[in-house]
């Protein structure tokens, strides 16, 4: 098993999770179980593909769990536009959230 901490996808992708906890603390009440939900799983993903990626013994399994994970992250970066557009992130929430996205879907595909 390769330890996925060292791994600067899983890194970049754990800062992502975080901010996105933090950040949806002040989504509206009623988005706790919808938007704030859904984006904190889709970011959730992400990281735990990675770490999953990593424990399977062959290759092909590992790039199939990062796929996953860069599909999660494609929906992360959705969800974070919605947030936007619904006022629940301001722009600079929004763009620093995106380009931490850009950053990590640039380390997964490196």
């Avoid at 996925?4 to 999770?17: F, G, I, L, M, N």
């Avoid at 996953?68 to 959230?97: C, N, P």
Wanted: proline share 1%; charged share 25%; hydrophobic share 35%.
């Amino acid at each position: 098993m390769r330890d996925y901490k060292k791994s600067v996808a899983w890194q970049r992708a754990d800062e992502v999770t975080l901010s996105i906890y933090a950040a949806t603390r002040n989504f509206p009440k009623e988005e706790s179980f919808g938007l704030t939900w859904q984006i904190r799983k889709a970011s959730d993903s992400v990281a735990s593909n990675i770490a999953e990626g990593a424990a399977r013994e062959s290759k092909r399994e590992s790039l199939h769990f990062l796929y996953i994970a860069s599909g999660s992250l494609t929906e992360t970066e959705y969800f974070l536009h919605l947030s936007h557009r619904l006022a629940y992130l301001s722009q600079d929430e929004y763009v620093s959230l995106s380009e931490w996205c850009n950053r990590t879907f640039a380390a997964l595909h490196g």
